[in-house]
């Protein structure tokens, strides 16, 4: 309850940044790490992890040998991560400059990226040089699991993002609707 009261205030204080009204759900968090590509890989980044919705799932199922830092925009946060999580290196910066992150931990890419960014607030050139960090970063045959909402595929920023998918990625598919989310939510696989 704790984590919705603090989510709810950066909401309020930030609402172009943090892009929800409420934290993902656990069935979410199940959605977008039930992957492959989670369980396999030596490198994970999670980008935009809020109050850590999906970070308790992604250390359940990732390698135990496997590299796992995140980036968050939002201090508050970033502070209230590393007091729950504190193996794991949170980092608050912009998404845009994981790769420096990576670079301290002695790797140039990752093989996996859980992304809870707020992709439907974010304007063209925003979407676009954030797909393009996350591409430089990502191996090839690695995946980035991202979600929307219901609604955001109907809205233009949404739209232009489905959109843009393919342009960056050579596989892309989309999950089965999370209704048991606020607001309901769907998850974007996509594979470099």
């Not at 140039?108 to 393009?132: H, K, N, V």
């Not at 892309?172 to 048991?180: E, G, K, L, N, Y």
């Amino acid at each position: 309850m704790v984590q919705v009261k603090h989510f709810i205030k950066q909401w309020l204080r930030h609402p172009k940044k943090v892009g929800a009204v409420m934290p993902s759900s656990r069935r979410l968090a199940r959605l977008i790490t039930d992957t492959p590509h989670l369980r396999q890989a030596s490198a994970v980044v999670e980008i935009g992890p809020g109050t850590g919705a999906f970070t308790t799932s992604i250390l359940e199922q990732k390698r135990p040998d496997a590299l796992f830092l995140a980036v968050e925009l939002n201090g508050t946060f970033v502070q209230m991560l590393k007091h729950r999580h504190p193996g794991v290196e949170f980092y608050h910066d912009s998404a845009a400059h994981v790769q420096t992150y990576l670079r301290k931990h002695g790797r140039e890419t990752c093989d996996c990226i859980i992304c809870g960014m707020p992709w439907g607030i974010f304007d063209e050139t925003l979407q676009r040089s954030l797909l393009a960090a996350i591409c430089d970063v990502l191996e090839p045959g690695g995946e980035i699991s991202t979600f929307a909402y219901l609604g955001g595929p109907w809205l233009k920023p949404g739209r232009r993002f489905k959109r843009m998918l393919p342009e960056y990625f050579s596989k892309v598919t989309v999950s089965r609707m999370i209704w048991m989310n606020m607001p309901p939510a769907f998850v974007y696989r996509c594979v470099k």
